[in-house]
């Protein structure tokens, strides 16, 4: 990022001007607006973690999904052991002939 030097309007407001290598200005900004970009962007650093802390989460999604937790499982075929054998039709007991 460039060097920017501060003045003040007759106003007061306070505003970054950018000089070029000869000294002349390039860009002149108010205070507020710049400072409002330079929040905006992020630091290589920043960047960085932000990318790793992507990496970590996308990870932690990955392996959650590929296996589900016994227990879960266990109990999602209990469930449907129990509605088989409520679905399933009864049978009518066969009389013997004396």
Known sequence: MARRT???TTKGTKLYAVRGKDGTFK???TFKRA???????KSS???AVAVTKAKKKTAKKKTAKAAPAPKKVAAKKAAAKKTVKKAAPKKAAKKKAR
């Open 6 to 8: 501060t003045h003040r």
């Open 35 to 41: 400072h409002a970009a330079d929040l905006r962007t």
């Open 27 to 29: 860009d002149i900004q």
């Open 45 to 47: 650093e920043e960047a």
